[in-house]
């Protein structure tokens, strides 16, 4: 079996094997899969980490603390300020491309492995990979909306905008538009929420992947899925507040789907 697995990873050779035939198994044995997915799997895509060490939203950007640029009251007061911040980190998406773990996931939704993705991304790189269900539970810039009048638009209307410096106006009543991305000071949408709750707890095996779990109400959905009897699988480089509780712990994501990756076929 060595010669199916890379060896160039910091996780010892022979734990790594016997953890994924673990994993292959619970695959095969469960009937309700859910994911939820973290940045982590977006790093793999090039796309920067918001929390880590030098993240997006962990350092200043022009003075100014990122997690209040991207609060409603700031929104308010100064989107033009949101906007010249945003260029550069949500609107240039085309640029990046899905990795390993996007294609494997949207191969198992076609596979009826599992019935979709929950993500605490914003990149619609799920969507781009092929998965056809996908809750993207902070949002996503896919749609605007006008602040005033509720008009809808499509991120290809607006990315052009921004990145010319505009800040976008609505067409019809001259509004601030606003990605519909939840902000601070914003709820969940609650749509989501419900269904998440729904999903976790009926689950019976929970795969959490590139998520430190720290972002709530988020963050307690494997914990939903594991006080029900689910069995969580959790791939994620740093520690999570869950790893006590999974059945299986991987901290390579692109290890573990390119071998996930060869072995579809007889899953």
Same mark, same amino acid.
């Given at each position: 079996m060595s010669d199916f697995f890379r060896d160039d990873y910091s996780m010892p050779q022979e734990v790594f094997e016997?953890?994924?035939?673990?994993?292959?198994?619970?695959?095969?044995?469960?009937?309700?899969?859910?994911?939820?997915?973290?940045?982590?799997?977006?790093?793999?895509?090039?796309?920067? !980490?918001?929390?880590?060490?030098?993240?997006?939203?962990?350092?200043?950007?022009?003075?100014?603390?990122?997690? !209040? *640029?991207?609060?409603?009251?700031?929104?308010?007061?100064?989107?033009?300020?949101?906007?010249?911040?945003a260029k550069d980190v949500w609107y240039r998406l085309e640029d990046y491309e899905p990795n390993v773990v996007h294609k494997v996931l949207a191969e198992m939704e076609?596979?009826?492995? *599992?019935?979709?993705?929950?993500?605490?991304? *914003? !990149?619609?790189?799920h969507q781009k990979a092929g998965s056809k269900n996908v809750w993207e539970v902070h949002g996503s810039p896919r749609f605007h909306r006008c602040t005033k009048c509720g008009k809808k638009y499509t991120y290809s209307e607006i990315a052009p905008l921004v990145?010319? !410096?505009?800040?976008?106006?609505?067409?019809?009543?001259?509004?601030?538009?606003?990605?519909? *991305?939840?902000?601070?000071?914003?709820?969940?949408?609650?749509?989501?929420?419900?269904?998440?709750?729904?999903d976790f707890a009926s689950c019976d095996l929970c795969?959490?992947?590139?998520?430190?779990?720290?972002v709530q109400p988020a963050a307690s959905f494997p914990m939903v899925a594991g006080q029900n009897g689910a069995k969580l699988v959790i791939v994620n480089a740093q520690e999570t507040y869950q790893d006590s509780n999974a059945a299986v712990r991987f901290t390579d994501l692109r290890q573990t789907f390119e071998a996930l990756d060869r072995q579809l076929s007889e899953l």
């Amino acid at each position: 079996m060595s010669d199916f697995f890379r060896d160039d990873y910091s996780m010892p050779q022979e734990v790594f094997e016997k953890n994924f035939e673990k994993f292959t198994e619970l695959i095969k044995s469960s009937h309700h899969i859910t994911v939820f997915t973290g940045a982590g799997v977006s790093t793999l895509s090039g796309i920067p !980490d918001f929390r880590g060490q030098h993240g997006v939203y962990t350092d200043p950007w022009m003075g100014m603390n990122v997690e !209040d *640029i991207i609060s409603m009251t700031f929104f308010r007061r100064r989107p033009d300020i949101f906007y010249k911040w945003a260029k550069d980190v949500w609107y240039r998406l085309e640029d990046y491309e899905p990795n390993v773990v996007h294609k494997v996931l949207a191969e198992m939704e076609s596979k009826h492995l *599992i019935g979709g993705v929950y993500t605490q991304n *914003i !990149d619609m790189l799920h969507q781009k990979a092929g998965s056809k269900n996908v809750w993207e539970v902070h949002g996503s810039p896919r749609f605007h909306r006008c602040t005033k009048c509720g008009k809808k638009y499509t991120y290809s209307e607006i990315a052009p905008l921004v990145l010319k !410096d505009e800040v976008p106006l609505c067409k019809s009543c001259g509004g601030v538009i606003k990605p519909e *991305i939840v902000f601070y000071e914003e709820s969940l949408p609650s749509e989501i929420l419900e269904q998440a709750w729904k999903d976790f707890a009926s689950c019976d095996l929970c795969l959490v992947l590139g998520s430190s779990l720290t972002v709530q109400p988020a963050a307690s959905f494997p914990m939903v899925a594991g006080q029900n009897g689910a069995k969580l699988v959790i791939v994620n480089a740093q520690e999570t507040y869950q790893d006590s509780n999974a059945a299986v712990r991987f901290t390579d994501l692109r290890q573990t789907f390119e071998a996930l990756d060869r072995q579809l076929s007889e899953l």
